[in-house]
């Protein structure tokens, strides 16, 4: 028992000690050119155009006549979710996709909210900027920027906006009020793909700073999830004056002692602050970490190296499309969710909702540049860029008080504001 505290304390002030020792550094800004050709020499049109999505009696009809053409394969007897997504479910999706899925009433629904471009760095930026539709007397509210990830889109955030604009009419504590502007990840969506090699997270950390300060913001609060997690992450690497409050709902820890404390979590957790469900969700490692990942990571590798021969198949299929993407859906809701024939993906989402978010892949045909992101970002190898081995600290002046919105907590960390959510988004 003693020998145990013993290592575990000299562990402890080793880590302290590394981790101490790092200085405050950010990731230098630069500029950069993603459009075609070079860039020209005059200054870029800053202005901001509205914007409406669109369809076609076209458009449909071809999506249609591509779904009629589907060549059914059967599935494995019992294999459920285990081999992919289960081809006796799809066909139900694509069923209800053909015959009862109303694209025209979606497109309505996205056009809810306001749309905007704006030309930044040579790529026409998409993006949807909701203000409040009232603010108490003297009050102005707290722009929030909300960055998505792969395969979903700004839609995502589509059931939350209302909670943090209007939160009064929503049962909740009008204290925070926030103007929400919801970008496309360039490549994604409505969002200009880029036409050079190398436009990864940080470019598109500087886009989003660059268009927040366009929009008439100089400080502002990010949130974000998957790669947006990592984009916003970088936002607060680049200017971290400018960002008063982050949160993640997918955080990345990149580090050698992260992977150490893991190893030695099962005997030393209560030491090293391990929960008694940390312990539950992650050990045994091998079972639980290691063939996890082996098991669901397959398209990661693919979307790092080859990125662009698979997408070329799905670019070309709407039911190869919805079942690569519609998969994830249900194994990142949960993992268990493989034993079901059905995947559980109706036990968490409308099929109106799921199919909507493969809809603006399929319509802006963007899954090709979309997955190229990830070859940007991890293809390079583990470890090797710079804001991998940053620490991020900001500063931040707004005091909180106990009076905020049922399913929201604040933490402070170091010189930074921690926003974290038990709200609905899309993906729960």
């Known amino acids: 028992m003693w020998l145990e505290i013993l290592l575990t304390s000299v562990l402890g002030f080793a880590i302290y000690w590394f981790i101490s020792r790092d200085k405050e550094e950010t990731l230098p800004l630069e500029d950069g050119w993603w459009g075609p050709d070079t860039r020209p020499t005059g200054r870029e049109d800053e202005s901001i155009h509205p914007f409406k999505v669109e369809t076609s009696d076209e458009e449909i009809h071809d999506l249609h006549q591509r779904i009629d053409k589907f060549r059914f394969t059967p599935p494995l007897e019992d294999s459920c979710f285990h081999y992919g997504f289960n081809s006796n479910y799809l066909k139900k999706v694509i069923s209800y996709w053909r015959n009862e899925f109303d694209w025209k009433k979606q497109v309505e629904i996205l056009n809810r909210y306001p749309h905007f471009k704006t030309k930044i760095e040579g790529l026409d930026i998409h993006f949807i900027h909701v203000k409040p539709p009232q603010l108490p007397a003297g009050r102005t509210p707290k722009p929030l920027l909300m960055v998505h990830g792969w395969p979903g889109s700004f839609y995502e955030f589509y059931k939350i906006i209302p909670l943090l604009t209007d939160p009064k009419n929503h049962g909740l504590s009008d204290e925070h009020v926030f103007e929400v502007i919801c970008p496309s990840i360039p490549g994604y969506g409505f969002s200009e793909a880029s036409s050079k090699k190398g436009f990864n997270s940080v470019a598109t950390a500087r886009i989003f700073y660059k268009l927040m300060l366009r929009l008439g913001f100089q400080e502002f609060y990010i949130q974000g999830g998957d790669w947006g997690a990592l984009i916003c992450t970088n936002m607060a690497q680049l200017v971290p004056s400018h960002v008063k409050g982050l949160h993640l709902n997918m955080a990345l820890v990149l580090s050698n002692f992260s992977t150490l404390t893991l190893l030695l979590g099962r005997r030393f957790g209560r030491f090293l602050g391990y929960t008694e469900r940390d312990v539950e969700l992650l050990y045994p490692v091998k079972e639980k970490v290691f063939y996890s990942l082996m098991r669901e990571s397959g398209y990661m590798h693919i979307q ?8 070329s198949a799905l670019n070309d299929s709407p039911v190869g499309l919805a079942a690569y993407i519609l998969e994830k859906f249900s194994t990142w809701t949960n993992t268990e969710f493989r034993y079901l024939e059905d995947g559980g993906l109706e036990r968490k989402f409308s099929l109106d909702d799921l199919l909507t978010n493969v809809m603006l892949y399929w319509t802006t045909a963007t899954i090709v540049s979309s997955q190229r992101f990830y ?46 959510s038990s709200l609905p988004f899309i993906r729960v």
Do not use: Y
């Open 375 to 420: 070859k940007e970002n991890l293809g390079q190898g583990w470890m090797t860029q710079k804001h991998e081995r940053m620490k991020v600290a900001m500063d931040f002046s707004w005091k909180v008080t106990k009076a905020i919105p049922r399913g929201w907590s604040w933490t402070w960390h170091s010189s930074s504001v921690i926003l974290s």
């Open 304 to 311: 790092c190296t080859k990125p662009d021969t698979v997408g």
